[in-house]
């Protein structure tokens, strides 16, 4: 009885780690770029921009016009994000997107 009640908890917490995930939001933030800006082979100029994350997918809107989608993927870190922010690669081009009291950040696919 014991072996068939362990089994019984351990498929539900597999099942629950692997739909879990499939709920997270999207996060929607306001970001301002002081500067131009490269991402995902696009220039951005500096300006207020809205972007959405989803679990694969970034877009980046000014004036509720789509100017950049791109694709990505997520990658945990050991501790929670201080600010919202981003990375740059050795070419100048953003390659991951930081965003407060997340213990993960954005990484922008190709970069």
Same mark, same amino acid.
């Given at each position: 009885m014991?072996?068939?009640?362990? @089994?019984?908890v351990? +498929?539900? #917490?597999?099942v629950?780690a692997?739909v879990?995930p499939?709920?997270a939001?999207d996060i929607?933030?306001t970001?301002?770029?002081?500067?131009?800006t490269?991402?995902a082979?696009?220039?951005?100029?500096g300006?207020d921009?809205?972007? @959405?994350v989803?679990? +694969?997918? #970034?877009?980046?809107a000014?004036?509720?016009?789509v100017v950049?989608?791109?694709?990505?993927r997520w990658?945990p870190?050991?501790?929670?994000v201080?600010a919202?922010g981003f990375?740059?690669?050795?070419?100048?081009?953003?390659?991951e997107i930081?965003?407060s009291?997340e213990?993960?950040?954005?990484?922008v696919?190709g970069q």
């Amino acid at each position: 009885m014991h072996s068939r009640y362990l @089994k019984f908890v351990v +498929t539900v #917490l597999a099942v629950m780690a692997l739909v879990i995930p499939a709920f997270a939001k999207d996060i929607n933030k306001t970001i301002s770029l002081p500067d131009q800006t490269k991402i995902a082979g696009k220039t951005l100029k500096g300006g207020d921009y809205s972007i @959405k994350v989803s679990e +694969t997918k #970034l877009t980046i809107a000014m004036n509720n016009k789509v100017v950049v989608e791109a694709a990505g993927r997520w990658e945990p870190r050991d501790k929670k994000v201080a600010a919202d922010g981003f990375s740059t690669g050795s070419d100048g081009q953003i390659s991951e997107i930081h965003f407060s009291g997340e213990n993960r950040v954005f990484l922008v696919a190709g970069q």
